[in-house]
């Protein structure tokens, strides 16, 4: 879903109308890679998805199964790693389609996806209101 209920911007970005900059909506987006050699651990992205582009803000390790570690560690900004490191990110990533193309699809699927909500929302209301007519008739008739 998209994250909160105002659009946030990106931190080192500062936009408002009164600049004339579109703000744009976020999601966020977890991706767990696991391999089946090591079911117990896995490598988790934290990613944000700009309706144009996948941003990385975190790579950390993750335990699956058994008891939660106390403190759990949540890596370094994505930022701070060296450039060489980020470049690999990004190279695995985007060999598994984790990508532009991926963010551009998700906000367009969470804009369908309330689209199509509400016309079957309003379908079940329909279906309802036409249902207790018939049953308002039906007792009318009755009497």
Not at 111 to 138: C, D, F, M, P
Request: charged share 30%; net charge negative.
């Amino acid at each position: 879903m998209v994250d909160g209920a105002t659009a946030p911007t990106r931190s080192w970005e500062v936009a408002g109308p009164e600049d004339g900059r579109q703000l744009r909506l976020h999601i966020s987006v977890h991706v767990e890679v696991t391999k089946a050699a090591r079911p117990d651990l896995a490598l988790t992205f934290e990613c944000s998805a700009w309706p144009d582009e996948l941003e990385v803000e975190r790579v950390y390790p993750v335990r699956r199964g058994g008891t939660a570690p106390a403190q759990q560690y949540m890596g370094r900004q994505f930022r701070e790693l060296d450039e060489e490191m980020q470049s690999a990110v990004h190279d695995y990533l985007e060999h598994r389609g984790v990508n532009d193309e991926l963010a551009a699809f998700l906000h367009s699927y969470m804009e369908n996806k309330e689209q199509t909500e509400l016309v079957r929302w309003l379908k079940n209301v329909e279906g309802y209101i036409k249902k207790q007519a018939i049953s308002a008739r039906h007792l009318l008739r009755q009497d």
